[in-house]
């Protein structure tokens, strides 16, 4: 009970100090840009950048501040859970789209890009799927069924998806998996293969965890996913980008010159390169609460100068742009601010750097 109070209070005492005035009911508040400022979405469409957000049902549905900050901001969107496996095929052969179709059709009627996630993952996976005692055969045809499915029902509405995500573990070796144990390390070659079948036009992308740039395991990972994509390649497999995710906190951040270093060794394949999965928490550090902010605004920075000073690098992706949804306190059991707009549509900091890093990548261009 000790524990619950604590936690409430301090949940209370972080709402408090972020926003700067009570806010009067949501429907009547409109949300303006920073004074004089461009949009980060006009920012990035003057060099063709994609500047993206994961989002929520929750938000869509219920938030018209969170409709509006989302269409103004970014130029594409991910869905955060819509079109997981257990999402999308909850029962064998039965497909709920409701919810994709839902976001797919909020986007492409306001000139947002949709980016699919994720479709061959060890998490978020049906009690079905976990509880059966498969055959080899059993398991391509279900992956089969299940990518051919989901990327031929969004064809041409969907730019680009999340092909496989997170195959390599914390030691870079390949992932202890159900597709591994039951298809073997083909399964990864085999998605790319049918994702392109079933939309041939469609950006096919691989998504990784923690190749972040700072120390001996990162740079371990980043040669681990080199060389795995490098085999797909040579293999012929259909493969358009790479993304990186960036899941960090103010207390233990890789620097501007470590992610760098990452993108320029990744970009050497020839590919795309998205940094994603975007957010910065401030728990762990005991600085005070102006302090964290500024440190998270100068992180947020120097991730978003390594993309734009790598070439190959054309996109960044938050994993949620308002604290009021954002999956990390229900993860951790603690507040958190990670994002760059604070729970009540109010920029941070980190907004500011975002944009300043827009603005001078442009200006900078010959």
């Known amino acids: 009970m000790r524990k619950k109070y604590l936690w409430f209070v301090g949940l209370l005492l972080m709402l408090l100090v972020t926003s700067s005035c009570a806010m009067p009911p949501v429907e009547s508040v ?51 859970n819509a079109m997981k496996f257990n999402a999308l095929q909850p029962q ?28 061959v993952w060890q998490r978020a996976l049906p009690a079905w799927l976990k509880a059966g005692n498969w055959t080899r055969e059993e398991l391509l045809d ?16 969907v730019f680009a998806w999340d092909v496989v995500n997170e195959a390599l573990s914390t030691d870079s070796s390949l992932r202890d998996l159900i597709w591994l144990r ?22 096919l992308f691989y998504n990784e965890y ?3 740039g700072w120390g001996a395991r990162a740079e371990q990972k980043v040669d681990a996913l080199y060389n795995l994509i490098a085999g797909m390649k040579e293999r012929g497999v259909p493969i358009d980008g790479i993304g990186l995710q960036m899941h960090v906190k103010v207390s233990d951040a890789p620097t501007y010159e470590g992610v760098k270093k990452s993108l320029e060794r990744l970009a050497q394949l020839d590919l795309e390169i998205q940094i994603t999965e975007t957010d910065v928490r401030l728990v762990g550090s005991s600085d005070p609460l102006a302090t964290q902010l500024a440190t998270q605004a100068q992180i947020y920075d120097g991730l978003i100068r390594a993309c734009l000073d790598v070439p190959r690098c054309n996109g960044f992706w938050f994993w949620g742009f308002t604290d009021r949804y954002s999956w990390i306190s229900g993860f951790t059991g603690k507040p958190d601010g990670p994002l760059i707009f604070d729970r009540f549509y109010q920029p941070k900091p980190a907004y500011d750097a975002i944009a300043q890093a827009l603005a001078e990548s442009e200006a900078s261009r010959p």
């Open 92 to 119: 064998r052969d039965r497909f709920n789209f409701a919810a994709a179709d839902e976001i797919v059709d909020f986007a492409n009627d306001r000139g947002l890009k949709v980016f699919g996630h994720t479709l």
């Open 142 to 157: 279900i992956l089969h069924k299940h990518i051919t499915t989901a990327v031929s029902r969004y064809r041409g509405r």
């Open 30 to 80: 409109a949300v303006p840009n920073q004074a004089g400022a461009l949009s980060l979405r006009s920012l990035a469409q003057a060099q063709g950048f994609g500047i993206g957000s994961a989002v929520t049902l929750k938000g869509l549905r219920k938030d018209e501040r969170y409709r509006q900050v989302l269409v103004r901001e970014f130029t594409q969107i991910m869905p955060e």
């Open 210 to 212: 923690d190749p972040s």
């Open 182 to 203: 039951g298809i073997g390390p083909e399964y990864i070659d085999l998605a790319f293969q049918w994702a392109r079948e079933a939309d041939p036009n469609a950006r």
